[in-house]
């Protein structure tokens, strides 16, 4: 009997323990239930919702322009991925564009938070894997980017860049520069990230092989970001429907066919290099012009649906905005990334054993915020 | 397939459904009851081939309920949205889609969470987000918190 007087060892010889709400191997506050036989895991139950602000109910009361803010706080690494998206949704039901200007600045930023996130993500999953150095490595680049951020927008994570029709404010005179200057430093980063981590005998067979996921499986959960182009699904937003000029550009999706933790792994690591080169052949070419359109003081956007998505640092977020043409959204949808490839941890993590469940949880790379909403 | 051209292909097929093009995507309108056979046959049917479940969510109309499926083909890359409606307030059902795509498992669960829309069939139908003991469907137009502060 545990404390909730529940049987710990059910009439199936299954010993039932409870992993979180307060484990750092979640990353926040997520409860699994897990079901072992010895140190088999039979069974996982999520229970999630710890941290549910209620969000979408939250935004029926709010304008379109203040409903954006409330976003940060949802994937707070890819704060600025979930404002682009809600100001393209708002743009798509005003039928105005942003500036170019401003498309090629909100794509900078996109893949600056994407190049930040995927470096939290490779700090942690080495401690979960018990590598601490690697934490230390990611958070030096990362402070990089996060300074440029604060010199844009004055926030270091929850930015609120972008607004419908454009950007907040245009860029600091220092950005160009100071962002080509980064780049130098974490492309000269790369080798170092891969001989302390990826080649590394331990790490590779903590990885290598566990947690398969069948792409099968992945669309079936719909799953996306790394976690379904690890196993050889194409799934990039950025590719399949571009917005905000991605078109223009030159990256590769990238995909692995492993399906395993590695596979997820290799494809977070090769995204960051696509990133860097994202940001390389826009930086000198951020054209003249305004940074933001003309819009109304209120916002009213007509009555009808307005559908956006978006590849955020964990795969395709969607905002789903019902408008009964009054000044506050009538309903609001969140798809979130997070929601969807948590579902398939079942059936990644169900034959493993108990300590892989933790490279799972890191690769699959959960942020609880924005499973909860 | 364009809009006009999948609105074709569906009427063929279905005849008790209404059709929304004021969007980017084609909104196909029916009643509860047909959900299944139609999504199956989307699912299925090598001209649509629907295999790809992104986002499943509700809509409180007041008058009635509205349950919005987006589906994308992977291998055509249109998109449809599948509107069922459910008249009944009170007790809303509606057959779950489950079995056909994992995804809804949580999906569903989520909106029973917060519009308290009964899945029939469901294999674990449970509150997802909010406490197991909580009261009303915060997400439905009518349920008042009396804790809640309007500013």
């Known amino acids: 009997m545990n404390l909730l007087g529940e049987d710990i060892v059910t009439e199936e010889g299954e010993f039932v323990i409870n992993i979180g709400p307060q484990h750092p191997s979640t990353h926040g506050v997520l409860h699994l239930k897990v079901w072992l036989d010895g140190e088999m895991i039979k069974k996982i139950q999520p229970h999630l919702g710890y941290i549910h602000r209620s969000i979408e109910k939250m935004s029926e009361s709010l304008s379109y322009r203040n409903f954006i803010y409330a976003t940060s706080r949802m994937d707070y690494l890819s704060a600025h991925i979930n404002n682009q998206a809600c100001a393209l949704c708002v743009e798509k039901g005003l039928q105005i564009e942003a500036p170019p200007r401003a498309q090629i600045i909100r794509v900078i930023m996109a893949e600056l938070t994407r190049l930040a996130s995927h470096q939290l993500w490779w700090g942690c999953t080495g401690l979960d894997l018990g590598a601490v150095t690697p934490f230390f490595y990611a958070f030096r680049e990362r402070e990089f980017i996060m300074e440029i951020m604060e010199e844009t927008c004055g926030a270091r994570l929850t930015m609120n860049y972008s607004v419908p029709g454009g950007v907040m404010y245009d860029i600091h005179p220092n950005f160009q520069t100071r962002v080509k200057d980064v780049l130098k430093q974490i492309r000269s980063k790369f080798n170092e990230y891969d001989d302390i981590l990826t080649g590394n005998v331990i790490f590779e067979q903590r990885t290598k092989g566990v947690g398969y996921l069948s792409p099968e499986d992945a669309i079936s959960f719909g799953c996306t970001g790394a976690t379904a182009r690890g196993s050889g699904v194409s799934c990039d937003v950025r590719k399949w429907f571009p917005y905000d000029g991605y078109e223009k550009v030159q990256f590769k999706e990238i995909l692995e066919t492993g399906g395993d933790c590695y596979a997820r792994y290799m494809v977070r690591m090769a995204e960051m290099k696509q990133s860097v080169y994202i940001i390389e052949q826009l930086i000198d070419n951020i054209p003249q012009g305004d940074f933001q359109a003309k819009t109304k003081m209120v916002l009213k956007l007509p009555k009808g649906e307005f559908y956006q998505r978006v590849e955020t640092a964990r795969g395709e977020l969607g905002v789903y905005i019902v408008s009964d043409g009054a000044a506050s959204p009538y309903r609001i949808k969140y798809r979130s990334p997070n929601f969807c490839n948590l579902s398939a941890l079942e059936t990644m993590a169900v034959g493993s054993k108990i300590g892989d469940l933790v490279a799972i949880m890191s690769t699959i790379d959960l942020v609880i915020p924005d499973v909860d909403r | ?151």
């Open chain 2, 1 to 151: 397939m364009t809009n006009e051209e999948l609105k074709q292909s569906v009427s063929a097929l279905f005849t008790n459904v209404t059709y929304d093009e004021t969007g980017e995507f084609l909104n196909v309108v029916i009643d509860a009851k047909d959900l299944r056979p139609l999504i199956l046959a989307l699912r299925s049917n090598k001209e649509f081939s629907f295999d790809y479940l992104f986002c499943l969510t509700c809509v409180d109309w007041k008058t009635h309920l509205m349950m919005v499926y987006h589906l994308l083909s992977r291998t055509h890359k249109h998109t449809v949205v599948l509107k069922a409606k459910i008249a009944d307030v009170n007790n809303p059902e509606i057959e779950t889609v489950c079995d056909i795509w994992q995804t809804a498992n949580f999906h569903e669960r989520e909106v029973y969470d917060l519009f308290g829309v009964k899945f029939l069939n469901h294999p674990d139908l449970r509150r997802i987000l909010l406490d197991e003991n909580w009261e009303g469907f915060p997400l439905r137009k009518n349920y008042v918190d009396e804790n809640m502060i309007s500013i």
